[in-house]
C-alpha cells in the first residue's frame, strides 16, 4: 500500500529515457500512484538494475492506436497530473497535446521536460545534457585550468535542472488546483533549470568575486582550502575550510605552520599555498587523515566511489543506500517525519500491468 505525503495523487507518466524516469522515481518514492505509459511489448520483466524505474505499474498502449489513445484520455481525466519528456509536438501528434487533455480535465497539471523547452531557436533540436547547461554559462565555469570545460556527469542538466524541476513544477502546480486554481501546462527546459542553479555565481559575478576563468575562483577549485587532494595512497579527500575558524582548525591538523597561510583570501597566493597543501597531503594515507580531520569542523569528508558509498558509517547511519533485489541503490529523498516514503515496488516490465491499472482506475477498453 502506498505510503508518503503524495500518497492518493495519481499521476500518468510516459516512457521516456533519462530524467523523465528520474521524476516519475521521485514522485513514486514519495507516494504518488505514478503509472507508466509504456509501448506494448513482450511483456518482459523489469530489471532489477533500473533503479529509476523503480515504484510505478506499468500499463502498454500503442499510442498510434486512437482506441489505446482514448483509453490514456480516459486514464488522465481521473490523474493529478502528466509528465511527458518528448520533443515539442510529439504529444499533440498522438491526439495528447495540453489542449486536448485539458478540455477532458481541466485541473490536470501538464507537465512537459525537455532539454531545450517548447520554444525559442533551438527548441526542435537534439542535444544531451552537456549541451543544455552549455548555453548557461554553468559548462564553462567547470573544469581545471587547462581551459578544457569538463562534463560534470549529467546531474546538472538531466537532473538537477530537469527532473527536480519538473517535479518541484508538478508539485506547485497540484497544490495551486487545490488552492482552487485552473490546471496548466508546466514548461521545463533543462538549460532553464541550469541556468537557475547557477543564480548564485551571477550574484557572485555581479558582485565582482566571480571570474570568467575556470580554477580561479574560491568554489572551482582555485582557492587552496576548497579542493580536493590526492593522498599516499592514490585516494583523494575534500577540503572546504572556507570560514576563518575552519580554515584554523584546517591548519593545525595538517600543521600548515607557515606564515604564508596567513593570507587565505589573497588570490595571488592561491596557486603557492596550494602546492604546499598538495605536497602536506599527499604525505598520508585517505584512512590516516579521516583519523585526524573526519568530524572535526574542517569541513572534510573522503572522496569515495560508488563501491564505497553505501558502506560509509554515516551513509550507514542514515540507511541513505537501501538493497532491493540485489541491487544497492539510493534510498527515497527527502525524508518525512509524519508520512514517510518508501520504494513502492520493483521495476516494472513493459506493459506488466495493464489490466490491473485499467481495473483499478475503473477504465474499460472500447
Known sequence: MAQGPLSGVKIVEFAGIGPGPFCGML???????VIRIDRPGDGRPGRAADVTGRGRRS?????????????????????????????????????LGPDVVLARNPNLVYGRMTGWGQTGALSHSAGHDLNYI?????LHAMGDGDGRPRPPLNLVGDYGGGALYLAMGVL???????????GQVIDVAMSDGAASLAAMFYGMKAAGIWTDDREANMLDGGAHFYDTYECADGKWVSIGSIEPQFYAILREKAGLTDPAFDAQMDKSKWPELKQKVMDVIKTKTRDEWCEIMEGTDICFAPVLSMSEAPKYKHNTDRETFIELEGVIQPAPAPRFSETPGKVQRRPAGLGEHTDEILKDWGVSRG
Do not use: C, H, W, Y
Not at 483509453?71 to 499533440?92: H, N, T
Not at 552549455?134 to 554553468?138: L, N, Q, S
Not at 506547485?172 to 485552473?182: L, P, T
Open 27 to 33: 514522485l513514486s518514492d514519495m507516494g504518488a500512484d
Open 59 to 95: 500499463i502498454g498502449l500503442n499510442l498510434k492506436d486512437p482506441g489505446d489513445i482514448e483509453i490514456a484520455l480516459k486514464l488522465l481525466e481521473q490523474a493529478d497530473a502528466l509528465i511527458e519528456g518528448f520533443r515539442p509536438g510529439v504529444m499533440e501528434r498522438n491526439g
Open 134 to 138: 552549455a548555453i548557461t554559462g554553468a
Open 172 to 182: 506547485a502546480g497540484i497544490i495551486n488546483v487545490k488552492n482552487g486554481g485552473k
